[in-house]
Every structure is written in structure tokens, then in C-alpha cells.
């Protein structure tokens, strides 16, 4: 199917919504920008006219109710692809199903090392380095039922020195997830993707 109509998942500041925003080469759109409590990346979506939308989760009386409405605010937006930008509510086996192969995540490590429950933001780099780690990353990936479990679409390593700080380790990281996620959204809305079982490879 066409993909021309993106939706954008946050819950924080929203860097790498506003990476997608800026670049210039991919051919969808991005006309929905959705989080799950308030959250910078709104203004973000607000700046560039795109319509924001909170669903704060602590509004619903529980998560049934709002994984209800995050589907229905995506089907009723005729969204056709999903790009988690720093997404911190799991996504509901249903949702994951109706847009299969379809949604993208981007995690500030080499999945699969510090990655699922509990990692995410500034834990994961603070994981790294109380590990002694030499080298972390960022990867690019699809979702899929379970938690950063999806194939890895494109993934660059970074290396841990020897005074880096969680703040200075995430800060170089999330350079190369500004540059490797709008890079997979382009590859997607093309059908360049090509999955076969875990693997991923980029078709011209
Ligand atoms: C990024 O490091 C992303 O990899 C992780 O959460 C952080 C979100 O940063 N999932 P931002 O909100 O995109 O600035």
C-alpha cells in the first residue's frame, strides 16, 4: 500500500520529530504528531502546522480505553504509517497488527543490549556506562508485539570515552538517530524496505 500519511508518536522533547520535520526527502506526510502525556514535541507539531494531539494516559480510565482511542484517532486521521519518536507507552498487540510492517521505532543503544522494559531516555546510557561498554549506537527498527523486538532496519555505533557522562554519551547518540530515522521513514514511504525474517535490506 501507498504510504502517504505519517503519524509521529512522543512523549518528551521531540528532537527526532523535529529531524523528520526538517528533512526535506521524504516523500509523506507528516499530519498528525500524537503523545501520550504533555510533552514539548506538541509545539514542535504546532510550529510546523501539523495537527498535535495529547491523549494524556492519565486521562483514560485505563490502558484498554486508551489504546481505543489512539487507534481510532489514527484510523479517523487516515494515518497510513507510524514513527515512534521517543514513544514511551507500549503500543497494543491490535494496533501493532492493523499496521504491521508499518511502523518504525528508533532506541539510543545497539538493540538488542539495553533495550526494553525499564530502558529508555538518559537509563539507557547510564546502562552502558556502568557496563563499561566500549561502544553503544542507535538503531532504527520495526515494531513489532513486543518491546524494541522488531527487525533492525539501520543501526551506527558510537564509542563510549572514557569521561562521557549518560548526558554526553545520549548527546552524540541522538545525533546519529537524527540522521538514521528520517533516512528509514524516506525507505519506507518508497516500499524500499524489504523484510525477510529478521532481516532487512534496502531494495532500489
Ligand atoms: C531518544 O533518545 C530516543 O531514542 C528515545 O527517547 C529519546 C527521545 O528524544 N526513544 P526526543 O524526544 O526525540 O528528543
Known amino acids: 500500500m501507498r504510504i502517504e500519511r505519517l503519524a509521529v508518536l512522543a512523549s518528551g522533547g521531540g528532537s527526532n520529530l523535529q ?26 507539531a504546532k510550529a510546523g502546522e501539523i495537527e498535535a494531539v495529547c491523549l494524556d494516559r492519565r486521562s483514560f480510565a485505563d490502558k ?25 507507552s507500549i503500543l497494543d498487540a491490535r494496533l501493532v497488527e492493523r499496521f504491521a510492517g508499518r511502523i518504525l ?37 520495526f515494531v513489532d508485539a513486543g518491546a524494541d523486538t522488531g527487525p533492525i532496519i539501520f543501526q551506527k555505533s558510537v564509542e563510549v570515552l572514557p569521561n562521557d557522562t549518560p548526558e554526553s554519551l545520549q548527546a552524540r547518540v541522538l545525533k546519529f538517530e537524527h540522521a538514521l530515522l528520517p533516512l528509514a521513514v524516506k525507505l519506507l514511504a518508497e516500499g524500499r524496505l524489504k523484510v525477510e525474517g529478521r532481516r532487512v535490506t534496502v531494495v532500489d
Open 64 to 88: 484498554a480505553e486508551f489504546n481505543q482511542r489512539l487507534l481510532d484517532k489514527l484510523i479517523e486521521a487516515r494515518i497510513d504509517a507510524i514513527v515512534l519518536a521517543g514513544y514511551l
Open 19 to 44: 529531524a523528520l520535520l526538517d528533512s526535506k526527502d521524504i516523500p509523506a506526510k507528516i499530519t498528525l504528531v500524537l503523545t501520550d502525556r504533555p510533552a514539548y514535541a506538541l509545539e514542535r
Open 105 to 141: 521505532n528508533v532506541h539510543p543503544s545497539l538493540i538488542p543490549s539495553f533495550c526494553g522494559m525499564g530502558y529508555y531516555g538518559l537509563k539507557v546510557h547510564q546502562a552502558v556506562l556502568d557496563y563499561g561498554c566500549k561502544l553503544t549506537g542507535a538503531t532504527v527498527h
